[in-house]
């Protein structure tokens, strides 16, 4: 693209203005990513628990969390995504798994309670 294809017979078939608002354009682009500011990377703290007969509420904010139902019997654990208010039986062998997505978004805190109180076991791991 040159800013300068000019014909001189009353402006027809010049686009030297089209031309040079493109090249504005690209500039004022190239200028906004450069101001991006850079940031390092956050540091992240991975949680490993195992719990039987008792009631966890995860008190944190977290990223990502994977509750597993480790029982071998009949015996199930509940999980409650709004702290309690409501809850899904997790049965022996099955795994829930929840992530918030990159851009360190997150889960706020006391959103997930766990309940082995029916006998189950869980192993929940998350990120804080």
């Given at each position: 693209?040159?800013?300068?294809?000019?014909?001189?017979?009353?402006?027809?078939?010049?686009?030297?203005?089209?031309?040079?608002?493109?090249?504005?354009?690209?500039?004022?682009?190239?200028?906004?990513?450069?101001?991006?500011?850079?940031?390092?990377?956050?540091?992240?703290?991975?949680?490993?628990?195992?719990?039987?007969?008792?009631?966890?509420?995860?008190?944190?904010?977290?990223?990502?969390?994977?509750?597993?139902?480790?029982?071998?019997?009949?015996?199930?654990?509940?999980?409650?995504?709004?702290?309690?208010?409501?809850?899904?039986?997790?049965?022996?062998?099955?795994?829930?798994?929840?992530?918030?997505?990159?851009?360190?978004?997150?889960?706020?805190?006391?959103?997930?309670?766990?309940?082995?109180t029916a006998g189950g076991?869980?192993?929940?791991?998350?990120?804080?």
């Amino acid at each position: 693209m040159s800013v300068g294809d000019l014909k001189t017979d009353g402006l027809k078939g010049n686009n030297f203005p089209w031309q040079l608002k493109m090249l504005k354009g690209l500039q004022g682009i190239i200028n906004a990513i450069i101001a991006i500011p850079t940031t390092s990377a956050l540091s992240k703290i991975p949680v490993i628990e195992r719990i039987s007969g008792t009631t966890l509420s995860i008190n944190v904010g977290i990223q990502s969390i994977s509750i597993a139902c480790t029982t071998i019997s009949s015996t199930f654990i509940e999980v409650s995504t709004d702290n309690g208010l409501s809850s899904v039986k997790i049965r022996p062998g099955e795994t829930v798994y929840y992530d918030a997505g990159a851009l360190n978004n997150y889960f706020d805190n006391f959103l997930f309670q766990i309940d082995t109180t029916a006998g189950g076991d869980a192993l929940i791991t998350y990120i804080i």
